[in-house]
């Protein structure tokens, strides 16, 4: 696509590039989004009568497969942001969103739980009336973002009327939430400060309810489950553009000393590079698809978005082990590039929806079944 703002996106990029070493110890890339916000990106996709780019979807996949290619991290946190973002932009308050659009408030979803495990359409977190107030009580599992979020859109069940689901947005300040104590050091994506979050009696205004009562499950569908299968897809992409990349060049430029050949002499190592731009190649092709099918309103839509995580996150798996296979030993070493995105691929397949449930959705929706049965799907 063509990207108004590509040079400052490159520009941001080197230095997210830079930061990522630091960030990948479990650093937030807080240096990254001050320069993100300068720029304007993270009021990217925010309305422009409040001060935000106006753009949509595609221009935020853009962003963030660039940034994923420099940091997967940082990549990660904005892709959250964004996806709340464009809830918010619905729903929310005129004051948050004019604080997005100036890039001085950073967003998150908080939707996966304890209780529900992957199948985050169903919390079993809860929003009980209190005059003109609600209490929240949930044990949220990961919230990207959780210590530097400014607010969350969080899931609950309905407070009163029927449904799946209702949205909050909830400022990370409410009085009754805390964030695990102990940082964020998982195999993968450990600069996004993904931490636990309880809500012990939380008190809320009613009037932070996103949308209506037991209305949450429709939100999540039409709106957070395309931008965050998108956005993924995006991260996934990303990773995969940076392990071709460091591949070829070591590939390239590693001789064998006796020989005075290079491992891209190989014709094996060779197969192997072919087979992850390929794979790499395709991915992007199928989100280019999945954007298309969106803005067009293509019929084929839902399966697209369905499909699009789930082809990237095992994709990216994938190339990321055909870059260790190439590199040999050399790829155990941080400096050669390819360690570091193999860690943070492996995010895209367990984060829900999960590759495993996307499937079972893309066999239903194939097989002309109801993806979830009963009311829901009404």
Not at 45 to 70: C, F, I, N, T, W
């Amino acid at each position: 696509m063509s990207f108004v703002y590509e040079p400052v996106i490159e520009q941001i990029a080197a230095s997210v590039a830079a930061h990522a070493a630091e960030v990948d110890r479990g650093a937030f890339p807080t240096e990254s989004l001050r320069a993100l916000r300068e720029a304007g990106l993270l009021g990217l996709v925010s309305a422009v009568d409040v001060g935000g780019k106006g753009l949509g979807l595609p221009a935020a996949a853009h962003v963030v497969e660039r940034l994923a290619r420099a940091c997967g991290s940082t990549a990660m946190v904005v892709c959250m942001h964004y996806c709340a973002t464009a809830v918010i932009e619905q729903l929310g308050p005129v004051d948050v969103r004019r604080e997005i659009a100036a890039g001085r408030h950073l967003t998150t979803l908080a939707f996966s739980e304890l209780g529900s495990r992957s199948q985050f359409w169903a919390p079993v977190s809860t929003a009980t009336p209190d005059g003109e107030h609600v209490r929240l009580t949930a044990r949220k599992s990961w919230v990207t973002s959780a210590r530097h979020a400014d607010s969350y859109v969080w899931s609950s069940q309905p407070a009163a009327a029927p449904g799946a689901s209702t949205l909050w947005l909830v400022p990370r300040a409410t009085a009754g939430l805390h964030v695990a104590d102990a940082p964020f050091d998982g195999l993968g994506l450990r600069g996004n400060d993904s931490s636990p979050i309880t809500a012990e009696d939380a008190r809320l205004p009613a009037s932070a309810r996103l949308g209506a009562d037991g209305g949450g499950f429709e939100i999540m569908m039409n709106v957070v489950l395309p931008w965050f299968d998108v956005l993924t897809a995006a991260v996934s992409a990303g990773l995969m553009e940076a392990a071709v990349q460091s591949t070829a060049a070591h590939a390239a430029g590693t001789r064998f000393a006796h020989a005075g050949s290079t491992i891209a002499d190989l014709p094996t190592a060779r197969a192997y590079v072919a087979r992850m731009r390929i794979a790499t190649d395709q991915v992007k092709t199928l989100l280019a698809d999945t954007l298309a099918a969106i803005t067009e309103g293509r019929p084929d839509t839902v399966l697209r978005v369905l499909e699009v995580k789930a082809a990237a996150g095992e994709a990216a798996t994938q190339v990321t082990d055909l870059a260790m296979r190439v590199c040999g030993g050399a790829a155990y070493r941080k400096e050669v590039g390819v360690e570091r995105v193999f860690r943070d691929a492996r995010a895209a397949t367990v984060m829900a929806p999960t590759t495993d449930v996307l499937y079972d959705f893309i066999g239903k929706a194939v097989c002309g079944l109801p993806l979830f049965g009963g009311a829901r799907d009404e």
